[in-house]
């Protein structure tokens, strides 16, 4: 989760370490009911799992990361039953809950992107603010980020920072880092922050100068976008009617993601003549967020991080889920696969 500070006393596991971001609209919009089941997709340092248990409810916490699940056992412990965690991709949540003998929940959330725990460790390789290895993996598996810089081409690179980044020196900085891995290997977030900084010009009260190559990176070694689509038709299909689906997000191309397909499940497809009406599927969530819920001013000033958040619900009919996805959900770029081996 991409909360921060805290020290507030949880009604579960005792002291709470951070504060999770929109945390009293996110258990609004679950709708929260005593003995319901829930899915906390992104486990994190569990405040929306504090939260659900509290209520009275019971809770499927999954992560990738490792450390996640070691820090939650207090929590399960605490939960005396009612909470069970899983280390798995959150993409997986419908298999996950499967193999638990799950075939419906009351709710699944999501709160996307690098959690504040990840950040503020300098061995994780998330953050430029700490000097640590070029890693950035969510879980143990796959190429880390310097495998990335290393191997990948100026020109994926270039697309890779100017897309999932939005950095409008893309070229520049894909450019310099080529020609400083040709001298000697990136393996440090520190190296990495001085090359983009040595073309990227910070200007007074802005955001630092690597802030949108790292997202850029951390995003596609994750596939962060690819799991989301994979997570929002696993919980369409897992979610029980009048379950609610909550989303909370940090970045642009995450929230166009989930807006594109909240707003593609919620209306009827016209007819044609190769589809009468009457066969167009019908609704299969009901939009309950017409815009997106930001954090206010008081929220902000005590986790900035929540500055950037943006949270959108809905709430599960009962029509059958369907198989398609909307297209154009993800960006047009290459796989890590692809890239890895220079295509």
């Keep these: 989760m991409t909360g921060g500070g805290g020290g507030s006393r949880a009604a579960v596991g005792g002291l709470a370490h951070h504060i999770p971001v929109l945390g009293r609209r996110v258990a609004e919009y679950l709708n929260i009911r005593h003995d319901g089941l829930y899915v906390d997709a992104t486990f994190g340092a569990g405040g929306y799992s504090r939260a659900i248990l509290s209520a009275g409810a019971r809770v499927v916490g999954i992560d990738r990361d490792q450390t996640a699940i070691a820090m939650g056992a207090d929590l399960v412990e605490a939960a005396q039953g009612r909470l069970i965690l899983t280390e798995d991709r959150f993409s997986n949540l419908e298999a996950a809950c499967r193999e638990l003998d799950i075939d419906g929940v009351d709710g699944v959330v999501f709160d996307l992107g690098v959690s504040s725990m990840q950040l503020d460790r300098a ?69 990495l922050a001085d090359i983009v900084s040595s073309v990227v010009r910070a200007k007074p009260n802005e955001i630092h100068p690597a802030t949108r190559t790292f997202q850029a990176l951390r995003v596609f070694v994750n596939d962060e976008l690819g799991e989301l689509v994979t997570a929002l038709a696993a919980s369409e299909r897992l979610l029980s009617p009048g379950g609610r689906l909550v989303v909370v997000s940090f970045h642009s191309l995450e929230d166009r993601i989930v807006k594109t397909f909240l707003a593609d499940r919620s209306k009827t497809p016209a007819g044609s003549r190769h589809m009468p009406e009457r066969e167009a599927p019908v609704p299969t969530f009901t939009v309950l967020t017409k815009k997106p819920v930001a954090a206010d001013e008081a929220e902000i000033a005590e986790n900035p991080r929540a500055r950037s958040a943006k949270l959108r619900a809905a709430a599960r009919t009962d029509a059958k889920p369907r198989t398609a996805m909307p297209e154009r959900l993800l960006p047009n770029l290459p796989t890590l696969d692809q890239v890895m081996r220079g295509r």
Excluded: C, N, Y
Aim: aromatic share 2%; glycine share 8%.
């Design 123 to 191: 061995e994780r390789g998330f953050s430029f603010r700490h000097d640590g290895p070029l890693d950035m993996r969510m879980g143990a598996d796959g190429p880390s980020a310097a495998d990335l810089v290393a191997a990948a081409s100026e020109r994926d690179l270039s697309a890779i920072i100017a897309t999932l980044g939005e950095e409008r020196h893309a070229r520049a900085v894909a450019r310099a880092i080529v020609r400083a891995r040709a001298q000697q290997p990136i393996t440090t977030t520190k190296q």
